[in-house]
């Protein structure tokens, strides 16, 4: 307050602000924050708020089907316990919006604090000082004024709380999983909507509105929230349960968290319901005993009906390149699959012997090359369901698949997950750290090659491949995030279009 005033800093100041934090060290911790507090704010935003207000749409209709008692009533939907799950939802509601507030208060007087910091800094220095950096209006010093008299008075009361005696983030609060009360609540003094609701002992009982906890963090009220949903779906989840009878039961592996929890037999389980033909399909792969394979398991919805090739593993062998007619063989193991519709699975594969940015391949696989009638015979399963299938792996029949075409090649991208939707003629493939996504169109009549030159020519130029949209690639996001370590992650999405033979 001393500087804010006379413009003159104490020794001890001086040597606390040149020597310990230093102008770079401030301009870096600045933007820390505010890259932090923007990243939580877009969070709020784009999921807690849109996901809450989903939910208070599901609750709404459940609600409804509740006061139908004729034919939800045998359910177990109880119209009072949705009634109070509305209720907490809506005070989650309240305490998102009331931390975004929060955050930009505090971005607001965080950048002028900061901003006059600076200059106060190289002032100090002697260094010059951009003339519209030295434009301070009225306003400015307020805030700069209420942030100083704000929090870095001396809080007796905060003496017993873990040697806090300062209290300059407010957001932070919000986060912590902790019952206590908030450290620094909103300052609800001369709000007369609040006094309103506080001197009024009807509107504080109407179920009309939701209530609202100013003391506790996000964190509190989520979790009662949990709760509160959870205990009024209990009684219909358990009534719905006990109507389902098990028809049959094929035991695939054992569980991770049973007593043989040092083997992870199956990777990427995924079941698809085939409506048209009434079969249900599960893809999977037993990772120690079949590392290169992908098994497709199906079964009639009608357990009264068998069909052929229940149980068969995928192993793919060759990709021929269609313009250069180039073989590519290698050992590849199956990272994730997903149905792309009643008739293919989309595969994404790793070239396990591949030279790293040309490892990763995207692939169709038409369900009709695998169940082939002519030679069905002698792709039969010949073990007993009721075993365990990663303990008769050697019972499992294995069709080598070879593809000249429906298969591209990911460049420059650790493709690790794939989802398709053939209604939408869309695939996507995020790699493995997360943060990186390409969009696929599946379904595109233009006509153009993908550059399919040989390893061996790229090897021999010695040239980085490169994808013809702009997209970060894995090295440079790495590099952004070690020069630029308070920048916020971003997720980088690309929609490319698919060679004309996929």
Known sequence: MHLLLWGKASAELQTLLMNQLTVKG?????????????????????????????????????????????????????????E????????????????????????????????????????????????????????????????????FNEAPDLYNRKGKYFNVEKVGQYLKDEDDDLVSPPNTEGNQWYDFLQNSNHLKESPLLFPYYPRKSLHFVKRRMENIID???????????????????????????????????????????????????????????????????????????????????????????????????SAYS???????????????LKDTVGREGRDRLLVQLPLSSVYNSEDASEYQFTGAYSTRLDEQCSAIPTRTMHFEKHWRLLESMKAQYVAGNGFRKVSCVLSSNLRHVRVFEMDIDDEWELDESSDEEEEASNKPVKIKEEVLSESEVENQQASAAASAPEIVIKVEKLDPEL
């Open 26 to 82: 401030l301009k870096k911790l600045g933007q820390s924050i505010e890259s932090s507090y923007s990243s939580i704010q877009k969070l709020v935003i784009s999921h807690l708020q849109s996901g809450s207000e989903s939910l208070l749409y599901h609750l709404s209709e459940l609600k409804g089907m509740a006061s139908w008692k004729q034919k939800y009533e045998p359910l177990g939907l109880d119209a009072a316990g949705i």
């Open 334 to 348: 199956c990272l994730d699959a997903q149905f792309y519709d009643d008739e293919t699975v989309t595969v994404v």
């Open 231 to 329: 205990l009024c779906l209990q009684k219909p989840a358990d009534v719905i349960g006990k109507s389902m009878n098990q028809a049959i039961c094929i035991p695939l592996y054992r569980d991770a968290r049973s007593q043989d929890c040092t083997r992870r037999l199956f990777k990427f389980p995924f079941l698809w319901n085939n409506k048209t033909s009434n079969l249900h399909y599960l893809l999977f792969t037993i990772l120690e005993d079949s590392l290169y394979k992908m098994c497709i398991l199906r079964r009639h919805t009608d357990i009264s009906q068998s069909v052929s090739n229940g149980l068969i593993a995928i192993k793919f062998g060759s990709f021929t390149y269609a313009t250069t007619e180039k073989v590519r063989r």
């Open 84 to 151: 109070d799950a509305i209720t907490a939802v809506g005070s989650f509601i309240l305490k998102a919006n009331e931390l975004l507030q929060v955050i930009d208060s505090s971005m607001k007087n965080f950048k002028a604090f900061f901003r006059w910091l600076y200059v106060a800094m190289l002032r100090m220095t002697e260094d010059h000082v951009l003339p519209e950096l030295n434009k301070m209006t009225q306003k400015d010093i307020t805030f700069v004024a209420e942030f100083l008299t704000e929090h």
